[in-house]
């Protein structure tokens, strides 16, 4: 299953568009990618998911090139509620459930 | 219900004693997870039911835990001989189909194990 690598951590502004990128190298034909959202003492929440090219949905957008390679999750005019910590991931369940958690990115947005 | 609930939420326990940790999955939900995550870690997948099955249980750390899940409900998960590495956050997640790489995960709040 493709491992994801992510930046650590990441700092801005309110009010600023953030774009934090995801590599998944061996990604394989059918795998999507989908990005989760945790806040301190909370599980994961879905953000978006993809496959190709762009998605757009009311909370963000994923932009996927056209080697699926890598994948940007773009958060539009950040806000403080939006500090948390970001998991890029794929899932496949060929054959049973893969999934690989990262250490996911920890975006903290100020005022 | 409305999500995926969790309990105990928090569980104190020593070393050496047998604890169970319950997951209530969306009604409805044919797959269900169980990941664990340390402080300050990612996810580390445990076990995935389809239905009842599990298919795949290589991803428990040892033969002290064990899972199971009845009548596509709710789900235990057992720690035997609790050791103090085993401290940290049990997430459950519920799932439509646990067939399609579209499924969306939907996560409970998590029970925090502490093992003293």
């Known amino acids: 299953l493709a491992k994801t690598t992510q930046p650590i951590s990441m700092d801005s502004y309110e009010g600023q568009e953030v774009n934090i990128t995801c590599s998944h190298n061996?990604?394989?034909?059918?795998?999507?990618i989908t990005w989760y959202q945790q806040f301190p003492s909370q599980g994961p929440r879905f953000i978006i998911q993809?496959?190709?090219t762009k998605v757009t949905n009311e909370v963000a957008s994923l932009f996927i090139p056209a080697d699926r390679k890598s994948s940007t999750l773009s958060l539009p005019r950040v806000s403080l509620s939006d500090t948390a910590v970001y998991y890029c991931l794929v899932v496949r369940y060929t054959g049973g459930f893969k999934t690989i958690f990262g250490a996911g990115t920890r975006l903290f947005v100020k005022a | 219900g409305a999500g995926v609930s969790q309990s105990p939420s928090n569980k104190v326990t020593e070393k050496g004693k047998d604890v169970e940790l319950r997951c209530d999955p969306i009604s409805g939900h044919t797959a269900l997870y169980w990941y664990r995550q340390r402080l300050g870690q990612g996810l580390e997948f445990l076990i995935y039911?389809?239905?009842?099955?599990?298919?795949?249980k290589s991803g428990l750390p040892s033969d002290r835990f064990s899972a199971e899940r009845t009548g596509e409900s709710v789900s235990t998960l057992t720690i035997q001989r609790t050791q103090q590495e085993d401290s940290a956050v049990y997430l459950c997640?519920?799932?439509?189909?646990?067939?399609?790489?579209?499924?969306?995960?939907?996560f409970g709040p998590g029970t925090r194990l502490t093992v003293l």
């Open positions: 039911f389809q239905g009842n099955s599990a298919p795949d």
């Open positions: 997640a519920s799932s439509s189909t646990g067939t399609s790489n579209t499924d969306t995960q939907y």
């Open positions: 061996n990604i394989a034909t059918n795998d999507y």
């Open positions: 993809g496959y190709k």
